[in-house]
């Protein structure tokens, strides 16, 4: 499951999206439109802002505004920045990894080579999916 901070993290990068080339949005406004507490999103965005993802702008017209365009952010970035690993078990992690503790041995695992597919599968979607995506389904509703 997505924690509460990556789900936030995704709403606020595709608010910001949708305001790509223009001027930068100010924290209360993302806050109050996506629903998001303030101080949370505070924490998020100047998480997001020093990995690169956001540019900010303090004062009069200031705010957070997209350095990268809405196509060039995908959704594995935004998790493995925000909530960790993508895999549902740590045997099968690439940033993340750990032994089982209870696996004998990981090369005749079933649920590992199982979860690896899950894994693979995983990456795949949300390799492909861009917060650009996000802002296209929301537009054809």
């Not at 196509?71 to 032994?99: A, D, H």
Request: aromatic share 6%; glycine share 6%; net charge positive.
């Amino acid at each position: 499951m997505l924690s509460k901070k990556t789900k936030y993290a995704i709403k606020a990068l595709v608010a910001l999206g949708k305001n790509f080339d223009k001027q930068s949005i100010n924290i209360s406004t993302i806050a109050e439109t996506e629903h998001i507490p303030k101080k949370f999103l505070e924490q998020i965005l100047l998480e997001m802002r020093n990995a690169g993802f956001l540019y900010s702008k303090k004062g009069a017209g200031g705010g957070y505004s997209l350095l990268k365009k809405p196509c060039e952010i995908n959704l594995v970035q935004v998790i493995r920045l925000t909530g960790g690993p993508i895999s549902q078990l740590p045997c099968v992690s690439i940033n993340f990894y750990q032994k089982c503790e209870e696996c004998k041995d990981e090369k005749t695992c079933g649920i590992r080579d199982a979860y690896l597919n899950v894994r693979d599968a995983t990456l795949k979607v949300l390799s492909e999916t861009t917060i650009a995506d996000l802002i296209d389904k929301e537009k054809s509703i």
